[in-house]
Structures are given as structure tokens and as C-alpha cells.
């Protein structure tokens, strides 16, 4: 509704007025009435109307001075005057102080009504004009906001080419007047599906306006762009302000933490990359900072993370294989007992290890899980370790990321029961099964066909669509596994070794033991044994 003040030194004039006009059907109200100037002043500063009814001569103030004094505080407020006097520098004044429209007394309803229309209208255009424009200036900073978000895009692709202060500038939108730039991430940990779209975009918002509040004052240009589960940040600050922004991101994580029970069931963790001095430092401040955040592994979440660690060293090769062996008897039986205490041997180990980082636990896991996936998944092995991965980056701590192991081989091998009772699985197992027992021996399609009774096509092609993998593949999957576990745990001579796992040419295997490490079996036992 429009709000409508009329003013007149006679009441029975202001009461005139409101009865004349059909208020409803205009979408107007009338919130007051004034009987002189200064009344109308303190109305119009208290009611912020957008239509003025006025008298032109009133006690206190005129009508002139009136609509001199509200139009300097309300611009876009519209002036009606009344008046008995008919001469044309009276109208003449009050177009010049911005009235817009000027009527006689006795005030006739038609005409009445005709100007309020035309300004109903003239006030409608308005509203529609200033929301179109308020619309426009959303949009157009929205597409600022994607093109200065863009900057972290590029930095994520690993391949954002020749960084400079122009690019900055000119590409992206990013002010480039401080001496440093740094990257930052914001790290979410916590069961992120049970988040709302809505909810997750909500908070989303207010970390970002945390963030800004914080550093806004601190830096030139801050940026934070979401993607996952991890906030991605770019500051660029002047060199004295380095221990400011340093104890403003500290102050950042000390409100999320406050606020975390209002923004969700997460743990909160910052990690920051290198101050560089340049643009074309940027890449090098988030592969740190990406780095730092793995941290919170070993550190715990709820922390600034900074540090680096150059790692333990882990001969993680060693740990891994020792977890396949172990994996591979658990696969072979379904047994998510045994499956368990190799996840366990494995965890036990690696946090054992002096100075491990959690970089280098985080890639064990991963190692791990792709290797069990991959082992004991019949169907959608991309699928599931896609899965795999997105939960480990999920976790915040040591103890989670091996509880999502276990979960998933739990998972896998339950599955795995199930399918075990159908038929259409038993004839594979059988084939493994003959493997296992004779794969020092020249084993062939035909030979594992026959001791089964299919047909090679039709198994062969079984085969392949229950395992993802040809028969020839896993086959020769089992000779270099055993053969590793010899080179790496007795002094057998490599001839002998290649024997017993069912190869009479030593060059073919090789041959075919380097193209499934990268190394030759002497290199090998070198290496790990």
C-alpha cells in the first residue's frame, strides 16, 4: 500500500480529502493528518510516506517551505498541493520546490481521483524500475562473484597457467595493491549427506560472512569459493599484516567452532598455504596448504594448520603388502573377522611409525581400500572407490579414516556372502579356488574349463563379466603376488622362484613381473626384501 499524508490548516478539508478518494481501489492508506506545517514535517519524518496532500498556506510553516523541506529529505516523495488561489505563481512556486501536481478548492472527486491514479501509477513504474535495477545489480554481482571464484577454480584444475597481478586484475576481478598473497582452506569433517542442498548453500553463507568480517578489515581482496566439503580462500594483504591475518584466520576458526552446533554436525579444521610474493606463487600456496590440511589426521580437527611434516619415510609398500596378504586369504573365505585384523595390523603399524604424516597415512588408506575394492567388488569397481575416496575425505581423524576401511571391506564382503549363494558365482570360485592350488603349474583356460566342466567360451566370458578381469589377468594377478612375497621374505634364488610360480622362461618372467611392479624381480628384492 502507498502511505498517504494529507495536510490543511482546516480539518474539515483534511477529512474532505479522505472521504473523496476510494483509498482501496488506488492501493493506498492514509496514515495521518496534519493542521500546519511543522506537524506535517514531523509526520512525514516519522511515517516516510510516498504522498504528500498538502495546503499551500498553512500557520507554522507554508505549504512552500514544507514541500522545500520533506522533498530535501524524501526526493521521490509526491506533492499535491491544494489551494483556493488560482494564480499561476503560486503553482509556479510549488513546481519549482517539486510538487508535482497542483489542485483547486473546492476539490472536485474526479480530479481527485485522476492525479492520485497518474501517481499510483508514476510510483508503480518506479517500484517496478528500481526492482528491475536491484535485480540487475544482483545478477551483475553474482556474476562477479563467479568470475573472482573462477580464480580458485583454475588454481584447483592443477592447471591455471601463467598467473600475473594483470591477469588478476583484469580476469578475475581480484585487487592485487598488498605485497602477499596466501591460500587458505577451510576443511568441513563430518557425515556431509545428512546436510540439506539448502542447508549446506545457508551455511555456506555464514561462513563466508565470518570470514569477511574478520579479514575484510585486514586485507585488500578476500575470496572463498566452496567446493565438496572444503572452502577454498585467496587473500591478498600488505607484508606488515602478515601476523594480523595469521591471528584473523585463528579468530575465524574460533567462531566456527562457537557456531558449529547452529551450522551442522561438522568439525571444523583451517589449514594455510605459503605467503608468496607473487601471483605465480598461488599454485605452490595451495598444493601447501592441501598438504597442511591432511594434518588434522594426526593433529586432531578444530586446529590452524600450517605445518608440513617431510613425513616418516614409511616404507609403505611393505605395510601394504603384508595387509594383502592377509586381505586375500580374508577375501578368498569371506571373512570379515580376518579382513578386520588386517585393517587393524595395518593401522597398528602405520601409527606407529615415528613422525608419519597425514599425507602419508591418507594415501596408505586409500591404498588399501582401492586394493580390497578392487580385489573383492564384482561390479561398479569405479563406482565404489569413488565412494571410498569422497569418505575419506570426509574424516578428521586416524581413527575415522580406518573405521571407513573396515567399513567398507564389511561392507563388500557381506555383499560377497550373499552372492556367494548364487549359482552363477560358484563356478568362479571353483576356478580361483583350482588357481590358488595349481597356479605353479602350466595352467590354462582350457585346462581350469575342463577341471570345471564349462564350456572355455562361455566361462571365459563369465568370467570377465563377475570379476572385471580377464582369466589370463588374474592369473598371472597371483604368480607375481606370490612371487612378491618370496623375493621379499626368502633368500630363494629368482630362477627357483620363477619356477614356482608357474613360469619355465625366466625373460618372460621378467618380463611380465616388471610390467606389474615397474621393477625387474632383482630391483625388488633390492628394494623390499
Not at 105 to 115: D, F, G, R, Y
Not at 164 to 185: A, C, N, P, W
Not at 218 to 236: I, K, P, R, S, T
Not at 347 to 361: K, P, Q, S, V
Amino acid at each position: 500500500m502507498l502511505k498517504v499524508i494529507i495536510a490543511d490548516d482546516e480539518r474539515l478539508i483534511c477529512k474532505l480529502v479522505q472521504t473523496l478518494a476510494d483509498w482501496d481501489s488506488l492501493g493506498m492508506e492514509v496514515v495521518a493528518m496534519a493542521e500546519n506545517g511543522l506537524e506535517a514535517m514531523e509526520l512525514v519524518q516519522a511515517e516516510r510516506p510516498d504522498i504528500l496532500i498538502t495546503d499551500i498556506r498553512m500557520p507554522g510553516c507554508s505549504g512552500l517551505e514544507l514541500i522545500r523541506s520533506v522533498k530535501q529529505l524524501m526526493p521521490e516523495l509526491e506533492v499535491v498541493i491544494i489551494s483556493g488561489y488560482a494564480h499561476f505563481e503560486y503553482a509556479q512556486s510549488a513546481m519549482r520546490y517539486g510538487a508535482g501536481y497542483y489542485l483547486l478548492k473546492p476539490i472536485k472527486q474526479a480530479e481527485l481521483m485522476e492525479t492520485l491514479e497518474k501517481i499510483r501509477e508514476k510510483c508503480e513504474a518506479r517500484r517496478e524500475n528500481r526492482t528491475a535495477m536491484d535485480r540487475q545489480h544482483q545478477n551483475s554481482q553474482k556474476d562477479l562473484s563467479r568470475i573472482r571464484e573462477s580464480l580458485v577454480k583454475d588454481l584447483l584444475s592443477a592447471n591455471p597457467g601463467e598467473l600475473t597481478k594483470e591477469l588478476l586484475r583484469e580476469s578475475y576481478h581480484v585487487d592485487t595493491t598488498g605485497d602477499m598473497y596466501q591460500v587458505f582452506i577451510v576443511k568441513m569433517d563430518g557425515d556431509i549427506g545428512q546436510i540439506s542442498r539448502s542447508a549446506m548453500e545457508v551455511m555456506q553463507e555464514k561462513i563466508e560472512d565470518i570470514f569477511k568480517n574478520s579479514l575484510s578489515p585486514l586485507c585488500h581482496d578476500m575470496l572463498l569459493y566452496f567446493q565438496a566439503e572444503a572452502g577454498y580462500g585467496v587473500v591478498n594483504y600488505d607484508l606488515d599484516k602478515k601476523d594480523e591475518v595469521r591471528r584473523g584466520l585463528r579468530e575465524c576458526l574460533n567462531h566456527l567452532e562457537v557456531k558449529k552446533n547452529l551450522l551442522g554436525p561438522l568439525d571444523f579444521s583451517i589449514a594455510l598455504g605459503t605467503a608468496v610474493e607473487s601471483p605465480a606463487g598461488l599454485s605452490s600456496s595451495l598444493e601447501a596448504a592441501r598438504n597442511a590440511v591432511m594434518e588434522r589426521l594426526i593433529e586432531g580437527t578444530g586446529r590452524l594448520l600450517e605445518s608440513v611434516p617431510a613425513g616418516s619415510g614409511i616404507r609403505k609398500q611393505n605395510l601394504l603388502d603384508k595387509y594383502v596378504k592377509v586381505m586375500e586369504h580374508s577375501v578368498d573365505s569371506l571373512s570379515i573377522e580376518e579382513a578386520g585384523e588386517a585393517c587393524r595390523v595395518l593401522e597398528e603399524e602405520a601409527l606407529g611409525a615415528d613422525h608419519i604424516c597425514g599425507r602419508e597415512l591418507l594415501e596408505l588408506v586409500l591404498s588399501a581400500g582401492r586394493l580390497f575394492i578392487a580385489r573383492t567388488a564384482l561390479s561398479g569397481v569405479e563406482d565404489i572407490q569413488q565412494e571410498f575416496v569422497n569418505s575419506c575425505s570426509r574424516c578428521g581423524t586416524a581413527g575415522e579414516l580406518f573405521a571407513g576401511l573396515r567399513a567398507v571391506q564389511e561392507k563388500l564382503l557381506t555383499e560377497a556372502r550373499t552372492l556367494r549363494s548364487s549359482e552363477a558365482t560358484r563356478p568362479i570360485r571353483i576356478a580361483k579356488q583350482y588357481v590358488m592350488q595349481h597356479f605353479q603349474e602350466p595352467i590354462t583356460l582350457e585346462t581350469v574349463c575342463d577341471d570345471i566342466g564349462f564350456s572355455v567360451n562361455y566361462f571365459s566370458m563369465l568370467f570377465k563379466r563377475e570379476t572385471g578381469e580377464g582369466f589370463a589377468k588374474y592369473l598371472t594377478r597371483v604368480r607375481i603376488e606370490e612371487a612378491k612375497t618370496l623375493l621379499r621374505e626368502t633368500g630363494i634364488p629368482i630362477a627357483e622362484i620363477c619356477e614356482r610360480v608357474g613360469y619355465s622362461d625366466r625373460k618372460h618372467f621378467t618380463h611380465t613381473f616388471h610390467k606389474a611392479t615397474g621393477l625387474n624381480p632383482v630391483e625388488y628384492r633390492k628394494l623390499y626384501g
